[in-house]
């Protein structure tokens, strides 16, 4: 079965770095789109990057050129470089990948997750 683990989460202050990874497993890697996704306290889950097939990438207005999203396929694992990080990022980050290549702005689009890693930029 399809399983997404994130890790790197982190406490850093603002104008700082982290670099999130996700490991998966139980599926062809190279043949799903992938993504990241955040959710804070009180907020709708909300896109942050999204990697598809052909590898163009799509960003929020709110990351784009801080944020970047790679995968490594020989490691299946899939990463989020964060730089200049601002206290309005602070949220819980989720890795997530699914076959369709449709509506994926939206959390529903999405069939896999992974449990999450907390970022606190303050």
């Known amino acids: 079965h399809v399983q997404l683990v994130e890790s790197g989460g982190d406490s850093v202050q603002p104008g700082g770095s982290l670099r999130l990874s996700c490991a998966a497993s139980?599926?062809?890697?190279?043949?799903?789109?992938l993504g990241w996704f955040r959710q804070a306290p009180g907020k709708e889950r909300e896109v942050v990057a999204v990697?598809?097939?052909?590898?163009?990438?799509t960003y929020a207005d709110s990351v784009k050129g801080r944020f970047t999203i790679s995968k490594d396929n020989a490691k299946k694992t899939l990463y989020l470089q964060m730089n200049s990080l601002k206290p309005e990022d602070t949220a819980m980050y989720y890795c997530?990948?699914?076959?369709?290549?449709?509506?994926?702005?939206?959390?529903?689009?999405?069939?896999?997750w992974g449990q999450g890693t907390q970022v606190t930029v303050s």
């Open positions: 990697r598809v097939n052909d590898g163009s990438t």
């Open positions: 139980g599926f062809r890697y190279t043949s799903y789109c």
């Open positions: 997530t990948a699914d076959i369709w290549e449709k509506n994926l702005l939206r959390p529903a689009a999405w069939a896999h």
